[in-house]
């Protein structure tokens, strides 16, 4: 099968030839159709001190993913051969505390295909049954495989109860612009999404057209916050961009006893000002992944329900293309780039 590869210790990726994935009696074999680029690959891709420390060589990269299930462990029940599917791609044990007490996405041992495992940027993925998600037919399948980003953006952004609610979103990634389309879905009054870069602002906009986004090398927050009419600040933050200065700013920004969740990561160490956090009662939540499997349930609840994210896929690429899909990403003035697997036989 053809598949995308992290061959040696160096930028870029290549196009291998590898054997079909064999599954074992609890594995589905899947035939992937379409696939989601993540920040993450773009690590891999540079190789950057993260990747060199993460992520064994060879590897098949990609964790996004939509495909149709081709072939069923011998123990696999519930889940016929031609299902349409995508898939949680953290893959965890069943042994500690919390995998025990049904909170999968908190087990300390998850390991992550296309990081840790073999991945997704392939004709066949092996993946354990548990981690399949069936698609409805109303889910295409570019929708399929960004589910994952989609998840981190729904887990953050569900955190809080957000109904009735001025929001704040920090960082306008694709990330970013879903959560803000997830809060408006799910009732926030205002919702204002920062960034400095104006190429992903101006896609916010076309993503999500009410929501209010600020370039905050412009404008200030307190000025657009007395705009929006807000007597004492936002109610809730989402972090999304990694930055010491978006997080100053959210701090800075909101009411006496907000609530702040955390998606985006610092770069090492970062120099945080507690005492403003403690003196304004703030609440913060860390977030990784997407809660196992509530968070698949609801975002696919909200799909079927009018939630609309298909305008953050601003690249529709052949994968034996990647080079531009990538080349794309690291512009850094891309959506989702989407990569077709349906043509390669
Ligand atoms: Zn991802």
Excluded at 140 to 158: C, R
Excluded at 240 to 256: F, K, N, P, R
Excluded at 269 to 294: D, L
């Amino acid at each position: 099968m053809m598949a995308l590869a992290k061959t040696k210790p160096e930028e870029g990726l290549w196009k291998i030839e590898a054997p079909i994935p064999e599954i074992g009696p609890d594995d589905v074999l899947i035939r992937i159709r379409k696939t989601g680029i993540c920040g993450t690959d773009i690590h891999i891709w540079n190789w950057d001190d993260w990747a060199a420390a993460t992520v064994p060589i060879p590897m098949i990269t990609g964790h996004e993913f939509a495909g149709e299930i081709v072939e069923l462990g011998r123990d696999v029940t519930g889940l016929p051969v031609g299902q349409r599917c995508s898939g949680e791609g953290h893959l965890i044990g069943q042994d500690s505390r919390q995998s025990r007490a049904g909170k999968f996405h908190l087990d300390p041992g998850t390991r992550g295909i296309g990081v840790n495992e073999q991945g997704a940027f392939a004709q066949y993925l092996r993946l354990p049954a548990f981690n399949v998600i069936p698609l409805p037919d109303d889910i295409p399948d570019e929708i399929g495989a960004i589910l994952d980003p989609l998840g981190n953006a729904v887990h953050t952004a569900l955190s809080f109860d957000l109904l009735g609610e001025d929001v704040l979103i920090t960082g306008a990634g694709p990330i970013g612009i879903m959560a803000a389309a997830v809060a408006r879905h799910a009732g926030a009054r205002n919702i204002v999404l920062t960034d400095i870069n104006s190429d992903r602002l101006a896609l916010a906009g076309h993503v999500v057209p009410s929501v209010r986004t600020v370039n905050v090398t412009e404008e200030h927050l307190s000025d657009v916050a007395h705009e929006l009419g807000l007597r004492e600040g936002f109610d809730i933050g989402l972090e999304m961009s990694g930055s010491q200065t978006g997080l100053d700013q959210m701090v800075e920004a909101l009411v006496m006893g907000g609530k702040i969740a955390l998606l985006g990561i610092p770069p090492g160490q970062s120099p945080v000002n507690w005492s403003k956090i403690v003196f304004k009662a703030i609440t913060i939540k860390g977030v990784y992944g997407r809660e196992m499997f509530e968070t698949w349930y609801k975002m696919i609840a909200m799909l079927q329900n009018g939630l609309d994210v298909s305008r953050v896929i601003t690249h529709r690429i052949e994968a034996t293309d990647f080079h531009h899909g990538f080349a794309a990403m690291k512009s850094g003035r891309s959506g989702k780039v989407v990569l077709d697997w349906t043509r390669q036989a």
